[in-house]
């Protein structure tokens, strides 16, 4: 299982041809809320990012989230000029793309073509660093939560608003080594329970369960097994955020 929790392209000057619609922004590609989208009036754009004189950005998974865009191409600059990583075309029929690099990039600019059938929308570009969570148990569960509720009128009528549902997963983690433990407390403290993040349970998977964008739902207790050496068991959940 992969977690994807700090997004280094709000290091970035951004900018893109063409140029956004006047009621959207350029930055609304690192926004916080998945559903606040960067607009073009064109099926096809590209987005360019530059690092501070100073810097270089690091990352080893790339992802592009709620966009209509069937077609993606990625490239990414290093210091000196030189093409340190072109993805090619990708083509991908849902709203989610990861790309996870083969190794560690180091690059200071970036150049993002995407295209469509219709004007395209972007809610999320990422570059970062995946952390890998330990294996979990082979019975996670997943729940679709109803926000909404029915009320009813004296003669039995139900009234009420529909919302959409929100996912969550749940997952449990048996005989975890302290090292991993503190990778797990680490991934903790960077997301608490406000940020949201992209969360990928079966990278190998996608058809069957895919990505989502979420926040870790409340703290976790672990329990040391009861053998010699450190080894612990706990469970972890997420809720959907949009």
């Known amino acids: 299982m992969n977690v994807y929790p700090n997004n280094q392209i709000e290091c970035m000057k951004l900018d893109s041809v063409p140029a956004?619609?006047?009621h959207s922004d350029i930055k609304f590609l690192y926004?916080?809320?998945l559903s606040v989208t960067a607009d073009f009036q064109s099926n096809i754009a590209t987005i360019t990012g530059d690092a501070e004189i100073s810097r270089q950005i690091y990352c080893d998974s790339i992802i592009l989230a709620n966009t209509n865009a069937t077609m993606a191409n990625i490239k990414l600059v290093g210091s000196s000029g030189n093409i340190i990583f072109n993805s090619g075309p990708k083509s991908f029929g849902g709203?989610?793309?990861i790309i996870n690099l083969d190794d560690m990039a180091y690059f200071k600019s970036f150049e993002l073509t995407i295209s469509g059938d219709k004007n395209i929308y972007l809610g999320l570009l990422y570059f970062g660093m995946k952390i890998s969570l330990p294996r979990f148990l082979v019975e996670p569960v997943q729940n679709i939560d109803l926000r909404n509720q029915a009320s009813r009128s004296?003669?039995?009528q139900s009234y009420g608003l529909a919302s959409k549902p929100l996912r969550s997963f749940s997952a449990q983690f048996?005989?975890?080594i302290k090292d991993?433990?503190?990778t797990i407390d680490n991934y903790a403290e960077q997301v608490q329970t406000v940020v949201p993040h992209f969360i990928d349970p079966y990278p190998e998977a996608h058809q069957s369960v895919k990505p989502f964008y979420a926040t870790l739902q409340n703290g976790y207790d672990y329990t040391k097994r009861n053998?010699?050496?450190f080894f612990y068991d706990f469970?972890?959940?997420?809720?959907?955020?949009k």
């Not at 469970?235 to 955020?241: D, G, P, Q």
């Open 174 to 176: 048996m005989r975890v």
């Open 180 to 182: 991993d433990m503190k």
């Open 31 to 33: 926004h916080p809320y």
């Open 227 to 229: 053998e010699n050496n």
């Open 20 to 22: 956004v619609v006047k």
């Open 235 to 241: 469970s972890l959940s997420w809720m959907e955020a």
């Open 95 to 97: 709203d989610v793309l």
């Open 154 to 156: 004296l003669g039995g």
